[in-house]
């Protein structure tokens, strides 16, 4: 069965600094992976999605992740953090028909 | 568009006692599901409907979880009797795809989080 590892529970960056949410994926066959964000009190809402096309991946708010096959990684990435993007962020894969399996989570703090 | 919409938002019991929560998804979307989020991990999914059959039910506890979509619409989630480890954030999700794949996007609820005391 397919499963994600979402390395760091919590992630503090300062506002203007370099993002980067790791995820790793266990898949046996080529997966579609996804990064869904949840701010307070509101349901989870997709950032980006890989569906096997471009391995570089760009989602909303400036978000951007890469599918890198031999590291079976999907990390989240962001040049520059805001204020506006702390929140938790969580990692998904699933293949076929097969469920969305999320990891557990990544809680990002921006330091002003 | 309307987003998916879910009551009551939070709600507190005894344990043992009964709760029902409800979803209503975006107009025209075809498949539900219902996923449990405990403190500190990633959602869990409960219950897939598509249209108003089940298409996956493997991780609901069925000796006291139940749920319904009638008429291919709303949905319920029905926990009887409650556990204490039943206190979880549950999470309603909409996908406008007709076909079961890992590839559909998810349109969530705000969820409705249930205390269990």
């Known amino acids: 069965a397919q499963s994600v590892t979402q390395l760091g529970s919590h992630v503090s960056v300062s506002e203007g600094a370099l993002v980067l949410l790791r995820c790793n994926y266990s898949?046996?066959?080529?997966?579609?992976l996804f990064w869904y964000v949840q701010y307070p009190n509101q349901g989870l809402q997709l950032l980006l999605k890989?569906?096997?096309?471009?391995?570089l991946v760009k989602g909303i708010n400036g978000f951007e992740a890469e599918f890198k096959k031999s590291e079976t990684s999907f990390h989240l990435t962001k040049p520059s953090a805001h204020m506006s993007d702390a929140a938790e962020y969580f990692c998904?894969?699933?293949?076929?028909?097969?469920?969305?399996?999320f990891g557990q989570g990544t809680r990002l703090t921006i330091n002003p | 568009e309307a987003g998916v919409a879910q009551s009551p938002r939070y709600k507190i019991i005894e344990k043992r006692q009964s709760v029902a929560f409800w979803c209503n998804p975006i107009?025209?979307?075809?498949?539900l599901y219902w996923y449990q989020q405990i403190l500190g991990q990633g959602p869990k999914l409960l219950i897939q409907?598509?249209?108003?059959?089940?298409?996956?039910d493997s991780q609901l506890p069925k000796d006291r979880f139940s749920a319904e979509r009638l008429k291919g619409v709303d949905s319920t989630l029905k926990i009887q009797p409650a556990k204490l480890e039943d206190s979880a954030v549950y999470l309603c999700?909409?996908?406008?795809?007709?076909?079961?794949?890992?590839?559909?996007?998810?349109?969530f609820g705000a969820g409705s989080r249930l205390t269990v005391l």
């Open positions: 890989y569906t096997s096309a471009a391995t």
């Open positions: 898949s046996s066959v080529p997966p579609y």
């Open positions: 409907f598509q249209n108003n059959g089940v298409v996956d």
């Open positions: 999700a909409s996908s406008l795809e007709g076909v079961v794949s890992g590839a559909n996007v998810l349109t």
């Open positions: 107009s025209g979307h075809a498949t």
């Open positions: 998904a894969v699933s293949k076929g028909a097969q469920k969305l399996v």
